[in-house]
């Protein structure tokens, strides 16, 4: 009789197994929970009310922008160091070349901010602008580019963005 009473499923089985089934779903929840608040937050910007309340502001930026009619050619070649050359010409709508601007460039990993690197870029030829970053990982990256006019033609800035894929 007492191999009859070992064996048998009662009522403190079925709730120790209902414990430990909520018990492994509620622990795995948690670590889902813990690694989604702690990884990638999804924003791009810390101000997006603000910015969104600018965004006319924004779309008189870019009609400027296409009033310029400015075109920007943009090549990239491979470095012996692991690093990328980039040319960037920039011509007018009469296909003119662009000079004496100042660009700021920045090259940016799409996950992480922490590998974006700033691009010096200097005039070589008219309208032609020549910069090198080293030590660049293979991969796919974005270049932002803002150009403005050191004649004081314009007061706001050319801005593209493109995305690389960088051997």
Same mark, same amino acid.
């Given at each position: 009789? +007492?191999?009859?009473?070992?064996?048998?499923?009662?009522? %403190? &089985?079925?709730?120790? $197994?209902?414990?430990?089934?909520?018990?492994?779903?509620?622990?795995?929840? !948690? #670590?889902?929970?813990?690694?989604?608040? /702690? /990884?990638?937050?999804?924003?791009?910007?810390?101000?997006?009310? %603000?910015? !969104?309340?600018?965004?006319?502001?924004?779309?008189?930026?870019?009609?400027?922008?296409?009033?310029? !009619? $400015?075109?920007?050619?943009?090549?990239?070649?491979?470095?012996?160091?692991?690093?990328?050359?980039?040319?960037? *010409?920039?011509?007018?709508?009469?296909?003119?070349?662009?000079?004496?601007?100042? #660009?700021?460039?920045?090259? %940016? &990993?799409?996950? /992480?901010?922490?590998?974006?690197?700033?691009? #010096?870029?200097?005039?070589?030829?008219?309208?032609?602008? &020549?910069?090198?970053?080293?030590?660049? +990982?293979?991969?796919? $990256?974005? #270049? *932002?580019?803002?150009?403005?006019?050191?004649?004081?033609?314009?007061?706001?800035? &050319?801005?593209?963005?493109?995305?690389? $894929?960088?051997?």
């Amino acid at each position: 009789m +007492s191999n009859e009473t070992a064996n048998k499923f009662t009522g %403190r &089985h079925m709730l120790a $197994w209902l414990g430990g089934l909520f018990g492994v779903m509620l622990l795995a929840n !948690g #670590i889902f929970v813990y690694y989604a608040l /702690t /990884t990638f937050t999804g924003l791009e910007t810390q101000h997006a009310y %603000r910015e !969104g309340l600018a965004y006319n502001s924004e779309l008189a930026r870019a009609r400027a922008q296409a009033e310029l !009619g $400015w075109q920007v050619e943009l090549t990239q070649g491979p470095l012996a160091d692991g690093g990328v050359d980039f040319t960037l *010409r920039y011509t007018d709508r009469n296909g003119a070349p662009v000079t004496a601007l100042t #660009i700021d460039a920045v090259l %940016r &990993h799409p996950a /992480t901010k922490a590998r974006d690197r700033k691009i #010096i870029l200097r005039e070589t030829a008219p309208g032609t602008y &020549h910069g090198r970053v080293a030590g660049i +990982s293979a991969g796919q $990256w974005e #270049i *932002r580019l803002a150009a403005t006019a050191a004649t004081g033609a314009t007061d706001t800035p &050319h801005q593209q963005i493109e995305r690389l $894929w960088i051997k």
